[in-house]
């Protein structure tokens, strides 16, 4: 560009982007720099996103280890104790542990941080979402823009999610690596049951509540944003959101009340014979 | 109530419109109200005219084409951005409440100046095919795909109206980020064979919170686009590009600068 005689153009003819921008935070930004904050943001971008991605799908096998209970504590700990056994449990929980915190940090990024700021965006789902002929103020709390809304909640249950999902991890991490729990070290089907039924169930109900919104909400957004399923209408996309998000609640509260102990293990009969 | 167009007069209708000037300031801004009887086919266009006719004529509003074309008379329509031209008062229910589209800088009453912010967006994604070579009048045009024709008219036939960007969260709450309108207008210019740029040239315009990651995907913009543009498929085509340009090696873009320097 003229006004700036250091960068001259590498290629004549060609008018390419700004090169220099003025940012109001860090002053005047050289192309180069530009180039790197871009990057960075681009990485930011693509770890949220993927992390958000990989913890969902972990909750999904996750859903299905636990619900090993439903074949009664035999059946768990055979489940525990081969994945304690050939050492797949353990890496695992730190690896979701680090997942987990690196999504929270990176997903975080796109809350406005004041609250006047979060208003706005509420007010402005409220007012959308009014249909055209319902008369104003009426209806207005009442149907909010359902994807505004569903981010809305997003950022609510990550808030719940990121406090109990963190107090599970410290938890699990201290059954599976100190004896402090049960008879052995390792995670075992009597002493989760009794950590549950003495009062953990309520929590883990919250727990699984936020989670399963929170995934099947984010997965969703992650295919809207990125053109998976592009052919699909958005309507459509949803619905599917709709049947994950009720399949797993439905399958982890049957899951949480034979963990505490409220009901039978349903497929007890699958054991009986090991 | 029925959202089949009734075109049977007799309806009374009441507008409650958002006023303020700018220029006076002493004014606070209020609502004013309105009756008119309806007429049949009567748009908010038609409606907000016979107002400023029959009872204040210092109401400021816009409008040129009267049919959603020129994109000008964007407003909230009960909280709703919309075009006034082409809103029939009989899909509105008997209380219509009209306020300026938000995001924009007011010119007062229910007129705002997408003009200004229109033309920051297209001098920030250069606007215009940027050619390699200068313009050969004499030369055959070169010649296109018919599909890849009509993705490029998909996206030009924005007509400005604003009402994507005040329907837009993230509009509302950060100003800098280029908006939907401005994320239309890049896809356009980036599937144009005949724009020299490459994706590392949009790289750094398009990869930041200002650009399309600033995007969250609540798809208002989708959901008001009067023109029904495909702009959930166009955000979705920028992000995988933006992906492919940041694997680019980064010593390559660097090479580039140093060349500059």
């Known amino acids: ?100 915190f690196v999504h929270a940090a990176l997903a975080s990024r796109k809350i406005p941080s004041q609250l006047r700021e979060r208003r706005r965006m509420r007010d402005l789902a409220r007012s959308l979402a009014r249909p055209l002929d319902a008369p104003p103020g009426a209806a207005s709390r009442a149907t909010p823009h359902l994807e505004s809304s569903l981010w809305i909640w997003q950022v609510r249950t990550g808030m719940v999610v990121l406090v109990f999902g963190a107090a599970h991890l410290l938890l699990i991490g201290i059954d599976l690596f100190t004896p402090m729990f049960g008879e052995r070290v390792g995670i075992e089907a009597a002493s989760s049951s009794e950590r ?6 309520i929590p883990y109900a919250i727990l699984l509540l936020a989670v399963e919104f929170h995934a099947s909400v984010g997965l ?55 | 109530m029925s959202t089949k167009p009734s075109q049977e007069e007799g309806r009374t209708l009441r507008f409650e419109i958002f006023r303020y000037d700018p220029t006076r300031p002493e004014v606070e801004p209020h609502l004013d109200a309105f009756e008119l009887v309806e007429q049949p086919y009567m748009t908010l266009y038609l409606a907000l005219n016979r107002i400023r006719e029959e009872h204040d004529p210092s109401l400021q509003f816009d409008f040129a084409c009267r049919s959603a074309v020129c994109g000008s008379c ?84 924005c007509i400005e109206c604003g009402c994507c960007v005040a329907g837009c969260g993230v509009a509302n709450v950060n100003p800098r980020f280029v908006g ?41 913009c989708d959901d008001v686009c009067p023109k029904d543009l495909p702009l959930r498929e166009q955000y979705a085509y920028l992000r995988r590009r933006t992906m492919g340009a940041a694997r680019a090696p980064l010593l390559q873009v660097e090479g580039v600068a140093n060349a500059q320097g």
């Not at chain 1, 299905?64 to 209970?69: C, D, E, H, K, T």
């Not at chain 1, 549950?196 to 169930?201: D, K, N, P, R, S």
């Open chain 1, 1 to 100: 560009m003229a006004e700036n005689p250091t960068l001259p153009d590498p290629r004549p003819g060609l008018i390419r982007p700004t090169r220099v921008r003025r940012d109001s935070r860090r002053g005047v930004l050289t192309f180069e720099a530009q180039r790197r904050a871009a990057r960075r943001q681009a990485i930011y971008e693509a770890v949220s996103g993927a992390s958000g991605a990989a913890l969902a799908f972990f909750m999904w096998g996750h859903m299905l280890l636990v619900g090993s209970i439903l074949t009664g504590s035999r059946g768990f700990d055979w489940v525990a104790s081969g994945l304690e056994h050939i050492y797949v449990a353990q890496p695992t929980v730190v690896i979701i542990s680090v997942l987990f």
């Open chain 1, 196 to 201: 549950v039924a003495e009062g953990l169930v």
């Open chain 1, 220 to 274: 969703y957004r992650l295919a809207v944003k990125w053109g998976v399923g592009s052919r699909l209408s958005r309507r459509t996309l949803l619905a599917i959101e709709r049947v994950i998000l009720f399949g797993f609640l439905g399958f982890g509260a049957i899951t949480l009340v034979v963990l505490a102990g409220w009901v039978d293990p349903p497929l007890a009969f699958l054991t009986e014979g090991l």
């Open chain 2, 74 to 157: 964007g407003m909230m329509i009960n909280g709703r951005p919309g075009l006034a031209c082409s809103t029939l008062t009989a899909n509105l229910p008997d209380v219509i409440r009209l306020h300026p589209l938000p995001a924009f800088e007011l010119v007062g009453d229910l007129s705002v100046d997408t003009g200004k912010w229109f033309r920051e967006m297209a001098e920030r994604t250069e606007s215009w095919i940027h050619e390699r070579a200068p313009f050969d009048p004499e030369a055959i045009e070169e010649r296109m795909d018919d599909d890849l024709a009509q993705a490029i008219y998909e996206g030009e036939r």
């Open chain 2, 180 to 220: 939907p309108a401005g994320l239309n207008r890049i896809a356009r210019f980036a599937l144009d064979p005949r724009d020299a740029r490459s994706d590392t040239d949009w790289f750094e315009v398009l990869a930041s919170d200002d650009g399309v990651f600033g995007c969250l995907g609540l798809m208002a």
